[in-house]
């Protein structure tokens, strides 16, 4: 049985740095790709970043391009992001989720419980 568990999350201010992990257990090797996504208030959840888990390949959302980065660690099986230059509009729900790949929640089988993120002026 997979499961996903984010920590990370508190209140930052804005301009500030904040770093989200993600730690997977169970059988994590039958999907290809992690990625991030996060919810705010009254909208829908949105794609953040993509990893794949055997390739270097990488790829963000617009909003976020420059600003966070996104990693794994293999061997703790456990994914990153890293987030710096926080905006107010990056507050949210982070989510972490296992799947296939792609920017949509549909393609993701697997999600964690989420961590929330405060960014405060």
């Known amino acids: 049985q997979v499961q996903l568990t984010e920590s990370g999350g508190e209140l930052v201010q804005v301009g500030g740095s904040l770093g989200l992990s993600c730690a997977t257990s169970?059988?994590?090797?039958?999907?290809?790709?992690m990625a991030w996504f996060r919810q705010a208030p009254g909208k829908e959840r949105e794609f953040v970043a993509v990893v794949a888990l055997t390739t270097t390949y990488t790829d963000y959302a617009d909003s976020v391009k420059g600003r966070f980065t996104i990693s794994r660690d293999n061997a703790k099986r456990t994914v990153y992001l890293q987030m710096n230059s926080l905006k107010s509009e990056d507050t949210g729900v982070y989510y972490c989720?296992?799947?296939?790949?792609?920017?949509?929640?549909?393609?993701?089988?697997?999600w964690g419980q989420g961590t929330q993120v405060t960014v405060s002026s």
């Open positions: 169970g059988v994590t090797f039958t999907r290809p790709a």
């Open positions: 989720a296992l799947g296939w790949g792609g920017a949509t929640a549909n393609g993701y089988d697997f």
